[in-house]
């Protein structure tokens, strides 16, 4: 099936096809190996990217402002201190003026509406580069890195440890479901994610041929795992439940012990950075062979510069 993705935006992969999935993750690969070839294309040339940036960012802002300009494009970084967004000045009329001046947008930030705000009012692309409900341009990486391992996605079992209603559970979630993805979020009770996106997601999984479980045993959820994954136990603008979390998610520690449990040795460890190593992780497992970090964090760049020449081109 033909896929057209130009004049798109990417506000959560619940708004996105198995086929459009695999699109982007088809154009990543192309990408990455022209990467590796060294070749040089001015894609972008002409082209600029408003990068609004409510949250601190390493991999989103340094994937999102070089692959732009790689292609020949001109990024511009805006923070809450560069601009009036949502402070003198409404989130409705700076979309607008930003879709005048701009080809496309990226918002990282806090509520999930400022993206989908932006999406309604500004007339261009829009890419969610993180929200306090989904981050889809990091699941497309991961998604990218475990077909680089596996070879293929559909029928992969896949675990999930930690804050299960945070923006990555949620994410991989959906991201698992579309891709036949067999996907377990271990957590304890008080952390699972809302009822009504696990439905959701439920019925994805269902058409698409996995299976989505949600356990707060580690136990019943490693056996079997070709891919174990976990994010920090304290999202940002949480920082005053560290306490409360760090002893609520001791037991849900990637360790030696737990890699262990999946009984499979080619399992792979992933985390989507930034790691506190001793907390959701140890050092052993995120520094040890299972682990494809690195990898993974490099594919942000080629995911996030594919969705962008499949949107703008």
Known sequence: MAVNFRGRSLL????????????????????????????????????????????????????????????????????????QLGAKESIED???????????????????????????????????????????????????TMEENFGSLKGLNF???????????????????IMGVNCTIVAPDSLYPESDLVDTVKQIAYDSGSVLTITSSPKEALPGADVVYTDVWV?????????????????????REMMEMADNQDVIFMHCLPAV???????????????????EAENRKHTIKALMVSSLL
């Open 94 to 144: 700076t979309a607008r003026v930003l879709g005048r001046m701009f080809d496309a947008v990226m918002f990282r930030g806090f509520s999930h509406r400022t993206v989908e705000i932006l999406a309604e009012y500004s007339g261009v692309p829009v890419y969610n580069g993180l929200t306090d409900m989904f981050h889809p341009t990091q699941v497309l990486a991961d998604l990218m």
């Open 277 to 295: 190593r001793g907390n959701e992780v140890t050092a052993e497992v995120i520094e040890g062979p299972s682990s494809v970090v690195w990898d």
């Open 159 to 177: 675990v999930y440890t930690g804050d299960g209603r945070n923006n990555m559970a949620n994410s991989l979630m959906a991201g698992c479901a």
């Open 235 to 255: 999202s940002m603008g949480e920082e005053e439940k560290a306490m409360e979390r760090m002893t609520l998610l001791e037991p849900y520690r990637v360790n």
């Open 12 to 83: 959560t992969l619940l708004d996105l096809s198995s086929d459009d999935i695999r699109y982007l993750l088809d154009v990543s690969h192309l990408l990455k190996a022209e990467r590796t070839a060294f070749q040089v294309n001015q894609r972008f040339q002409g082209k600029t990217l408003a990068m609004l940036f409510e949250k601190r960012s390493t991999r989103t802002r340094c994937a999102f402002e070089t692959a732009f300009g790689e292609e020949g494009g001109h990024p511009v970084f805006l923070s809450n201190s560069d601009i």
